[in-house]
C-alpha cells in the first residue's frame, strides 16, 4: 500500500466522527476561516454567475455548505458545486447531509473534469495529504478557467519559532492527538496530523511553489497565531 493510499483508508476510518473532532479541536474556529475564505474569494473574482465550484479533499463536505451559504450572502449565483475526494467514507458522510453540491471520487492529481471548466477551486486541510502535489497544483492549474482562482486553506509550517509557535506546537503535538483519538477511536490518525504539518511547507515556500505552477497570488494570510493560512491564487 503507497502512503497516499495508506492516508486514504485513514480518512475512511475516522469519517463517522470526523465532523465533531473538528469542531471540537479547532473550538469552532474553523468556521470563521472558511466563511472569509468564501468571502475573499468571491469579492477578488467579481462575478455575480458561476458555473462551477470544485472543492478538492472535500471530506464531508464543509466547505461546499460554505460556499454555497456564503453566495447567496454575496448575491453570487452558482450553477454547480461539486466536492471530489478518494475516500468513500467521507463522501458517505457529506452525501447524507443533504447539502446543495455533488460528490465524486477523485485525486487531487486526476480531476475527472475538463480543461478550464472551473471558477473557483478550493482545497482545505488536504493540500498536505496530496503526496505529489506539483502535480496537484497543476491538475488544479488545468481545470481552472482563465482568472479562475485557487483558494487553499492549510496548516502551514512555521518559519520562526515564538511563543504564539511554541504553543500551537504543544497544543498539536500533545493534545490534539489525545482528544482527537479520544473521539474518533483512531490515535494514529490524530498523531499523524501533527507529523504531517511538521513535513509540510512555510507560507513562503508554497507560495513560492503556486508562482511556479503560474498562479498570481493574490492572498497569504495567516489566523489564529497562524495556525491556519488563506492562500488565493488566481490563473
Known amino acids: 500500500m503507497s502512503k497516499q493510499e495508506k492516508i486514504v483508508s485513514m480518512f475512511d476510518n475516522i469519517a463517522g466522527t470526523y465532523d465533531v473532532a473538528n469542531r471540537v479541536l479547532s473550538f469552532g474556529v474553523d468556521k470563521s476561516w472558511r466563511k472569509e475564505a468564501c468571502d475573499k474569494s468571491y469579492k477578488i473574482y467579481n462575478q455575480n454567475k458561476l458555473e462551477m465550484i470544485l472543492d478538492v479533499a472535500c471530506g464531508t463536505g464543509d466547505m461546499c455548505e460554505y460556499w454555497d451559504k456564503r453566495a447567496q450572502k454575496a448575491n453570487v449565483t452558482v450553477e454547480k458545486i461539486v466536492g471530489a475526494d478518494p475516500s468513500k467514507g467521507m ?30 477551486l478550493s482545497i482545505s486541510y488536504g493540500l498536505r495529504n496530496v503526496m505529489d502535489r506539483k502535480d496537484g497544483l497543476e491538475e488544479f492549474y488545468r481545470v481552472l478557467k482563465p482568472n479562475g482562482l485557487l483558494v487553499i486553506l492549510e496548516f502551514t509550517k512555521l518559519q520562526n519559532e515564538t511563543l504564539a509557535s511554541k504553543v500551537r506546537d504543544f497544543y498539536m503535538k500533545k493534545i490534539l492527538p489525545f482528544v482527537g483519538g479520544l473521539l474518533s477511536k483512531d490515535y494514529e490518525a490524530y498523531n499523524y496530523l501533527p507529523n504531517s504539518i511538521e513535513g509540510f511547507l512555510t507560507k513562503e515556500m508554497l507560495v513560492s511553489e503556486l508562482k511556479e505552477v503560474g498562479f498570481e497570488v493574490k492572498e497569504a494570510k495567516g489566523y489564529s497565531m497562524d495556525i491556519s493560512t488563506l492562500f488565493i491564487g488566481q490563473k
Do not use: W
Open 91 to 120: 463522501l458517505q458522510q457529506a452525501e447524507q447531509k443533504g447539502l446543495n453540491a455533488e460528490f465524486v471520487v477523485a485525486e487531487a492529481k486526476s480531476l475527472p473534469f475538463e480543461s478550464e471548466s472551473v471558477d473557483i
